[in-house]
């Protein structure tokens, strides 16, 4: 059972919405094995979004902001993006045999998220710029022109994501002390927190959640406090330098209790090969940028070893085979027979 269906009563749903549904959503909430005791954290988990039908958590709001447009009668999506949500309205739009535009910055998307837009069927624009740009241009073309938007300004993208909030709760019976998750264009941020607060009003949890989002070093607006111009970071996902949903973010940051911060691109890289190697959790650059912060805040003293902590893996690592393999040692190359393998592999 996909969002819409799943949490109908929850979200905007009529008797009028397509129920759009790639079974998006339902994805595991794995415990720790290694790395939580490895810091000293009795509760640690992953909220694995990779495992979402095109590869990333952009498929809960998606699905929810393509059925609304489709009620409205839209017949063509378009949306800015640095990969993810490209792949994700590209798929949602495919199902439903509408058109979908997507406009990326030229040379800063993963392969393998250009490969799906473009499998999917969607035009893809290629703009010179960044994300901050195509997002401006792909604005002002919805405001002129017969088109739906379906990046995160657009409301019903963030209801979607709040759902996640909703099947952490449900699996740990409360919400944790701590939501961990990385912070680009900062809609994810803004719905998880929206999720939390509607589950502690609906009596399911009788807490809230410290809302703590990681930016990358070299795109860290938020951390800053203003924009930047020139965002740079091997997290090509968070690549972002003026977050349409800032206040969402620094709103969440601040009624929690909770902190953004930033991690360099070595300390990315690290908890990649950390998670993968330590979890079998494979998953891309933005999403360990919490997994690096938590290192830091357990070094800093900073998180109770009894408290639970959440982090959510927002992409599959398979997006994004370039970024992992610069740091793996390559293959071993090899011509002979069983006892040459042996003695090269040291046996
Ligand atoms: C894996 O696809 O902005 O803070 O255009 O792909 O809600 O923007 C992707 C963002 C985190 C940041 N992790 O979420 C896009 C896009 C992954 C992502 C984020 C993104 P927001």
């Given at each position: 059972m996909g969002v819409l269906a799943r949490y109908r009563e929850r979200l905007?749903?009529?008797?009028?919405?397509?129920?759009?549904?790639?079974?998006?959503?339902?994805t595991p909430l794995v415990p720790s094995r290694n790395i939580g005791p490895a810091l000293g954290l009795e509760r640690l988990y992953f909220k694995y979004e990779g495992l979402n039908p095109t590869g990333s958590f952009k498929d809960r709001g998606m699905v929810v902001a393509v059925a609304k447009a489709m009620e409205e009668g839209a017949r063509v999506l378009v949306c800015a993006s640095t990969g993810n949500t490209s792949a994700s309205a590209a798929a949602y739009a495919a199902s439903q045999r509408l058109r979908a535009i997507v406009v990326v910055p030229d040379g800063k998307i993963a392969l393998n998220k250009l490969a799906q837009a473009l499998m999917y069927g969607a035009k893809v624009v290629q703009i010179k710029g960044n994300f901050d740009a195509a997002l401006s241009t792909v604005r002002d073309l919805a405001e002129h022109y017969p088109v739906a938007l379906v990046n995160s300004v657009n409301p019903y993208r963030l209801e979607g994501q709040k759902t996640a909030a909703f099947e952490i709760v449900e699996e740990l019976g409360e919400a944790p002390d701590y939501l961990m998750l990385p912070v680009g264009n900062a809609g994810n941020i803004t719905a998880y927190w929206k999720g939390f607060k509607e589950e502690l009003a609906a009596g399911h949890s009788r807490q809230l959640p410290r809302m703590v989002g990681a930016q990358a070093e070299g795109a860290a607006p938020i951390v800053r406090g203003r924009p930047v111009e020139k965002p740079k970071t091997v997290a090509s996902a968070i690549e972002i330098g003026n977050p349409a949903s800032w206040e969402g973010a620094t709103s969440a940051r601040d009624e929690s209790g909770g902190a953004i911060e930033a991690v360099s691109d070595t300390e990315i890289l690290q908890a990649q090969i950390r998670l993968a190697s330590s979890e079998g959790l494979f998953a891309e650059p933005a999403s360990v940028a919490p997994l690096a912060l938590l290192v830091r805040l357990v070094q800093e003293g900073r998180?109770?070893?009894?408290s639970t902590t959440v982090i959510v893996l927002t992409g599959s690592g398979l997006k994004d085979p370039e970024a992992a393999l610069a740091n793996v040692e390559p293959p071993i190359q090899l011509d002979g027979d069983a006892r040459s393998l042996a003695k090269a592999l040291k046996l």
């Open positions: 905007p749903v009529t008797e009028h919405t397509p129920m759009v549904d790639l079974r998006e959503g339902s998180i109770q070893r009894d």
